[in-house]
T-cell receptor, first 113, second 115 residues
């Protein structure tokens, strides 16, 4: 029972590079979401999905792209990395949309130089 | 935009002291309310949640929270803290908007408990 799995755990990028943060869950949860956590800012919602094929923007979507082709996977793409995107990224899932993130992944610490 | 406020940014207590962390939100419609804990270097873990019913909610590790609708508040309490409660605590509110619940987190409260 892996729960929510995020890869990689750490990543350093140069400005302008693109990359994909992977997120997978094995609990058959419909709702998945991506957050970024910055010091003193709490968690801010980037994108979320209420089921396969359905995604929507959260509070801070600019510079990020998502897709949900399967129930299990919800990758987050950085299109052209910027230093302002240096952060810790958490993927989360829950059984229903109103239940908030029930389970979080361990996070990806991303540094943009 | 809806907002969640945690007024205590840093709290320092001695073991056995009582704890109360404040959380207020700005939305008058349907909400679900949550408290999470984040231990150093770890991801967030759900402490407790409120959807409906008894406004006094009991969670894990001896924590409880009270929903006061008239005050738009959901404060977290623990009668006697332990050193192991040192962590960051986040209040979160799920606002019902356009048929979807939109989660919003407070900025967090850093709790340090001295042995």
């Amino acid at each position: 029972n892996a729960g929510v799995t995020q890869t990689p755990k750490f990543q350093v990028l140069k400005t302008g590079q693109s990359m994909t943060l992977q997120c997978a869950q094995d609990m058959n949860h419909e709702y998945m979401s991506w957050y970024r956590q910055d010091p003193g800012m709490g968690l801010r919602l980037i994108h979320y999905s209420v089921g396969a094929g359905i995604t929507d923007q959260g509070e801070v979507p600019n510079g990020y792209n998502v897709s949900r082709s399967t129930t299990e996977d919800f990758p987050l793409r950085l299109l052209s990395a910027a230093p302002s995107q240096t952060s810790v990224y958490f993927c989360a899932s829950s059984l229903q949309t109103g239940w908030q993130p029930q389970h979080f992944g361990d996070g990806t610490r991303l540094s943009i130089l | 935009a809806q907002s969640v406020s945690q007024h205590n940014h840093h709290v320092i207590l001695s073991e056995a002291a009582s704890l109360e962390l404040g959380c207020n939100y700005s939305y008058g419609g349907t909400v679900n309310l949550f408290w999470y804990v984040q231990y150093p270097g770890q991801h967030l873990q759900l402490l407790l949640k409120y959807f409906s019913g008894d406004p006094l909610v009991k969670g894990i590790k001896g924590f409880e929270a009270e929903f006061i609708k008239s005050k738009f508040s959901f404060n977290l309490r623990k009668p006697s803290v332990q050193w192991s409660d040192t962590a960051e605590y986040f209040c979160a509110v799920n606002f019902l908007s356009g048929g979807s619940y939109i989660p919003t987190f407070g900025r967090g409260t850093s709790l340090i408990v001295h042995p």
